[in-house]
């Protein structure tokens, strides 16, 4: 105890472990955080924003000679921007990870729900319909690469099943997922609609009896095999003059085998954009 009654409290030295020199000599491509939730405000086509929660990955190169990252600090930079994300800002934060990370490279990645007000196709009931969005933006110095991902069900309804049954034909739900890029900003409603209206039917969060019946008979006499919904919407996309690339997949979940089908078209050559703010 000192003379006035008070503990002096030494400095402490705290080892930085993650500076400490590697001599394994591996320089490793991305290194960081992966399943942060965060608010996240997106551009909405309706209602001009929409507010919902993403998970996110940060990440950056790591040079050779260092042993490793500091994690700490990709929550320091997401919480400097804000207590929302906003598109608009996804530029300054790879920056910001460049500059407090002391990186080449910078990445980041958002998932998020997305939802779309939807009205049965008979009835007329309105309804919330959700999808999944994602952003994956990466920059190298002031170059920015930009890629919007959107996942949707759909409706499928076998054409072979169709032509040799006497009775009805076998469907599924099916996803497709559009990954793009473009040179300016493309509403995810847009990708929405394009991905449905190449479906058999798209789907609905509530039907009464009419809307199922309805339903049901515009997928019948709109089959589609999994090979028809990627190139279906692979030519919406080839016709839309802001897409540059995209990546189309689509899946079906098989109701009448123990196996999925499967199919994907990419558009090649890849081309990079650079985004400006």
Same mark, same amino acid.
């Given at each position: 105890?000192?003379?006035?009654?008070?503990?002096?409290?030494?400095?402490?030295?705290?080892?930085?472990?993650?500076s400490?020199?590697?001599?394994? /000599?591996?320089?490793?491509?991305? =290194?960081g955080?992966?399943?942060?939730?965060?608010p996240?405000?997106?551009?909405?086509?309706t209602?001009?924003?929409?507010?919902? =929660?993403?998970?996110?990955?940060?990440?950056v190169? %790591?040079?050779?000679e260092f042993?490793?990252?500091?994690?700490?600090?990709?929550?320091?930079?997401?919480?400097?921007?804000g207590?929302? $994300?906003?598109?608009e800002? $996804?530029?300054?934060? %790879?920056q910001?990870?460049q500059?407090?990370?002391?990186?080449?490279?910078?990445?980041i /990645?958002?998932?998020?729900?997305?939802?779309?007000?939807k009205?049965?196709p008979?009835?007329r009931? /309105?309804s919330?319909?959700?999808?999944?969005?994602?952003?994956?933006?990466a920059?190298?110095g002031?170059? !920015?690469?930009?890629?919007?991902?959107?996942?949707v069900n759909?409706? +499928? %309804?076998?054409?072979?099943?169709?032509?040799?049954?006497?009775?009805?034909a076998?469907?599924?739900?099916?996803?497709? +997922?559009?990954?793009?890029?473009?040179?300016?900003?493309?509403?995810i409603e /847009?990708?929405?609609?394009?991905?449905?209206?190449?479906?058999?039917?798209?789907l609905?969060?509530?039907?009464?009896?009419q809307?199922?019946?309805?339903?049901?008979?515009?997928?019948?006499?709109?089959?589609v095999?999994?090979?028809?919904?990627v190139?279906n919407v692979?030519?919406?996309?080839n016709a839309?003059?802001l897409? !540059?690339?995209?990546k189309?997949?689509a899946?079906?979940?098989?109701?009448?085998?123990?196996h999925?089908a499967?199919?994907c078209?990419?558009?090649?050559?890849?081309i990079r954009?650079?985004? =400006?703010?």
């Amino acid at each position: 105890m000192s003379r006035t009654g008070k503990t002096k409290t030494a400095a402490v030295s705290l080892d930085d472990k993650q500076s400490e020199r590697d001599h394994r /000599e591996l320089r490793i491509d991305k =290194v960081g955080v992966r399943g942060l939730r965060f608010p996240i405000q997106v551009r909405d086509r309706t209602r001009r924003v929409q507010n919902t =929660v993403a998970t996110l990955g940060m990440f950056v190169d %790591l040079p050779k000679e260092f042993k490793g990252t500091h994690m700490s600090r990709f929550v320091e930079v997401l919480n400097a921007h804000g207590d929302v $994300i906003h598109v608009e800002n $996804i530029v300054d934060i %790879l920056q910001s990870l460049q500059q407090k990370l002391h990186s080449a490279t910078s990445h980041i /990645e958002v998932e998020f729900p997305y939802f779309m007000s939807k009205k049965s196709p008979v009835s007329r009931k /309105e309804s919330l319909m959700d999808y999944i969005a994602r952003f994956d933006a990466a920059a190298c110095g002031q170059e !920015t690469d930009f890629i919007l991902t959107v996942k949707v069900n759909v409706t +499928t %309804l076998c054409p072979c099943s169709k032509a040799i049954s006497r009775h009805g034909a076998h469907n599924q739900r099916g996803e497709v +997922t559009v990954a793009l890029r473009f040179k300016k900003i493309i509403w995810i409603e /847009e990708v929405i609609e394009m991905i449905e209206a190449s479906a058999s039917s798209e789907l609905y969060a509530l039907l009464k009896r009419q809307d199922e019946k309805a339903v049901t008979e515009r997928a019948y006499e709109n089959p589609v095999f999994v090979e028809d919904l990627v190139r279906n919407v692979a030519l919406r996309l080839n016709a839309h003059p802001l897409v !540059t690339w995209y990546k189309v997949e689509a899946e079906n979940y098989e109701s009448i085998h123990n196996h999925n089908a499967y199919a994907c078209i990419e558009k090649r050559p890849e081309i990079r954009i650079k985004l =400006v703010k």
